[in-house]
């Protein structure tokens, strides 16, 4: 278990001069709605104890340069749980976020809705998630980070709905709270490390790099653009293949530049996102995130060269989405034999997740840029490929599917592999030809090759 921060600390270590916003003035009365004897004097009791009137601070502030709502939880106060009041001071700082064109930061540390107020406090969860939505039509950026504890309506509106998700190493996160989970539960199941693994936040980051961290979310998700992302210049061999197998056997050469290798030559600076918000995490076949190309933003989700598993899909889906409500240009790296076709990718709903990354590219309004970068692999690679914007390296291929399947599916025997890849026009120069990529891209940046 982490070091529990209070919420004036916590908001001392990731800004600079915070201003408290005014809250709205309201009360339900004696011992709260629903009279519980001796409410009122718990609540004087928690102001006491932690100088707080309420379990949450809300105020604006710098973050390493970005101006940002942020709202702080006080554990201290009745374990930061949610009440009316509490309600009222979230939707005012969002209310206030709308107002003035602000990312939202909550610092979350709390146990859940707070049994005094019964129904009421459950329904507050209501008031955050529409507040939540509200701010996310706006177009504005939402990045949580989860404290310890983390849990029940706070962890599942605030926490999981945020855009960016960010976690204390050691916080206990989770649904379920301590005291109310079963009796035999494994607590590694119910900490921000499990969530992470799971997908279901992004990244931990410890307390000291709290500050730096988010400011560089707060820069990457506040820096919007119309222009479409330029196509990265090509890092491998500068010359289109003379076969179509010729192609095969390049792509997928072990020093065939691979997406790390662009994505370090495009990007200045960047951070990851990481996980499906469905509890996968597919890290070694897309890697996706926010980085900054030439001083401004840019999105990018790129395969690895390995066959693309359900969670990738859906990763490279949210990202998409996130930018296009962001209005952040995309650029996709295309790189993948296929997608993973083994009975645990079914079972993971292969079918369904390329078919949301598809959705998710068709609908997108910001511009999105794609460049192959080795193998296209039918429509595992298809679905991460911009229509009418996508380019080719010269050691790349794009293919309706593997040379050797297509062999296969045609009963040809194996010696015909190498004139069936030839047959299927699958080189840089041949897709050029075929109108189903733009150009090829040059070893300069600006120097692509139009048909």
């Known amino acids: 278990m982490t070091d529990r921060l209070r919420a004036r600390e916590v908001l001392a270590l990731v800004c600079d001069d915070f201003v408290e916003l005014p809250y709205p003035e309201g009360d339900s009365g004696p011992d709260g709605p629903l009279g519980w004897r001796g409410y009122d004097a718990l609540r004087l009791r928690a102001a006491e104890r932690t100088g707080e009137e309420e379990s949450v601070v809300c105020g604006t502030a710098l973050v390493e340069g970005t ?26 700082a969002y209310e206030h976020a709308r107002a003035h064109r602000l990312p939202v930061v909550p610092l979350i540390a709390t146990g859940g809705s707070r049994m005094q107020e019964g129904v009421p406090a459950l329904t507050q969860l209501q008031r955050v998630a529409r507040q939540s939505v509200l701010t996310r039509q706006a177009g504005l950026a939402q990045i949580a980070v989860l404290r310890d504890p983390t849990t029940g309506g706070g962890w599942a509106t605030l926490g999981a709905g945020a855009d960016v998700v960010l976690a204390l190493p050691g916080a206990q996160v989770g649904f379920a709270g301590s005291r109310v989970r079963p009796a035999d539960a494994d607590p590694a199941a ?63 050469s072990a020093e065939r530049p691979r997406a790390e290798r662009y994505l370090d030559a495009y990007f200045t600076a960047r951070a ?20 900054t190309h030439q001083g401004r933003t840019v999105a990018y989700a790129a395969q690895t060269g390995t066959a693309t598993r359900p969670a990738g899909y859906r990763t490279a889906a949210r990202l998409i989405r996130l930018a296009d409500r962001l209005g952040v240009p995309v650029l996709t790296l295309v790189d993948t034999p296929g997608a993973a076709n083994d009975a645990e990718a079914e ?40 229509p009418g914007n996508t380019w080719a390296a010269p050691d790349s291929y794009f293919s309706v ?14 010696g015909e592999v190498e004139a069936t890849a030839h047959q299927l026009h699958i080189r ?24």
Request: charged content about 20%.
């Open 67 to 92: 101006r940002a709502v942020l709202i702080a939880f006080e554990f201290g106060f009745l374990g930061g749980s949610l009440g009316e009041r509490t309600g009222d001071r979230l939707e005012a």
């Open 190 to 252: 119910y900490t921000a490390e499990a969530q992470v693994a799971a997908g279901a936040a992004d990244a931990l980051v410890p307390p000291e790099e709290l500050r730096g961290t988010l400011g560089r979310w707060l820069r990457l998700l506040t820096d919007t653009s119309s222009a479409p992302a330029p196509v990265p210049a090509a890092l491998g061999s500068a010359e289109p293949p003379a076969t179509g197998w010729e192609a095969v056997r390049r792509a997928r």
């Open 272 to 291: 990851a996102i990481g996980g499906d918000r469905a509890g996968g995490r597919d890290e070694e076949g897309m890697l996706c995130g926010f980085g």
């Open 347 to 386: 079972r993971q709903g292969a079918g369904a997740a390329i078919a949301d990354l598809f959705s998710a590219v068709a609908a997108a309004r910001t511009p999105v840029t794609t460049l192959v970068i080795g193998e296209g692999g039918s429509g595992g690679a298809l679905a991460l490929a911009a």
């Open 401 to 414: 599917i593997a040379p050797e399947a297509a062999a296969a599916i045609l009963k040809r025997p194996p």
């Open 428 to 451: 840089p120069q041949d897709l050029v030809d075929l109108g189903v990529v733009r150009g090829i891209a040059a070893t300069r940046a600006g120097d692509q090759k139009l048909p």
